[in-house]
């Protein structure tokens, strides 16, 4: 692994380029991008599926989103969609300049937002080949629909106006408000996933220095909301994708929605039994991941 950075237009992305093991400059290899959750960083699920990606033998960069972890980009803590789609971009921009990447073979993994990012990205972006997510979550219908997406859009007006208020009071002086990505005292109404998420994000188990738990209120709720990262993918996603999911997850309802509007080549796979952390760090299960995504990128990178 490699500690690099790259471009995104003036913000400097950090991020680690994973190689395979015998790895010759001189090669021509497929290489993936893998994209981190929200409030993840590189060292967490992305660089796991980075590093065994890489043992599969693929060229593998996991990054941090900007305006989070060791990138650029202020205010820090923003989750702007926009932004990290064009992220998405700017991973391959830098892939196709390395001399050792076959810039006709390059392919993305998404986990949960960063499933709906990928997608996002390349719906619109059509040098990237074939698309894995794992987990996905389209982060603007999560926010306004709950986690099981259960609530009306208009669930969200509540958090809208709250969010209005703020951000009216910060323009006259009070300081910057802040809101956690996960919860930080579950209770017994907290959803299974995010019970497990405060597990994974703020313990031993996953927890990074990098990944606080807050992202800013006032400005990326404003811009979460109102994404959809499925929007047009009928008709502008025509990649091969392969859709990775546990029977078991609140969040399966994002997958199972995309793969209805999906009408290019397809695979849902539902891992009876996983849950959406599960495939964050559970071997069993990123390994099931793993094993589906390798020979699904194999094929479709090698057309």
């Not at 300049?97 to 972006?125: K, S």
């Not at 959803?191 to 992202?215: C, F, G, I, M, S």
Request: hydrophobic share 40%; charged share 25%.
């Amino acid at each position: 692994m490699e500690a690099i950075t790259f471009p995104n237009g003036p913000i400097t992305m950090a991020g680690n380029l994973y190689l395979p093991k015998d790895f010759d400059p001189r090669g021509s290899y497929a290489a993936i991008v893998t994209v981190h959750p929200g409030g993840g960083v590189k060292e967490q699920t992305a660089g796991l599926y980075a590093s065994k990606l890489a043992e599969q033998g693929f060229v593998a960069l996991a990054y941090d989103a900007s305006h989070q972890g060791d990138s650029g980009g202020e205010p820090h803590f923003l989750e702007d969609p926009a932004a990290r789609v064009e992220d998405v971009r700017a991973a391959v921009d830098h892939l196709q300049t390395l001399g050792f990447v076959d810039p006709e073979r390059i392919g993305v993994l998404g986990v949960c937002a960063g499933g709906g990012y990928a997608v996002n990205a390349t719906m619109t972006d059509h040098r990237v080949k074939a698309i894995t997510t794992v987990s996905a979550v389209n982060i603007g219908s999560g926010y306004r629909k709950g986690w099981y997406g259960t609530d009306p859009d208009s669930a969200a007006v509540p958090t809208l106006d709250a969010a209005a208020r703020q951000r009216t009071a910060e323009a006259k002086g009070a300081e910057t408000a802040y809101i956690p990505y996960v919860p930080v005292d579950p209770d017994e109404d907290t959803p299974r996933d995010l019970v497990e998420a405060h597990d994974y994000y703020l313990t031993p188990r996953a927890q990074h220095p990098n990944a606080q738990n807050k992202k800013i209120f006032t400005r990326s709720i404003s811009k979460i909301f109102a994404f959809d990262a499925f929007h047009l993918v009928e008709d502008l996603l025509t990649q091969p994708i392969l859709m990775v999911a546990g029977s078991e997850a609140g969040s399966l309802w994002h997958t199972t929605e995309l793969h209805a509007k999906v009408r290019s080549p397809k695979r849902l796979v539902i891992v009876e039994g996983g849950a959406h952390m599960d495939f964050y760090d559970v071997p069993k299960y990123v390994e099931r991941a793993v094993e589906e995504a390798t020979p699904f990128f194999k094929e479709n990178l090698d057309r």
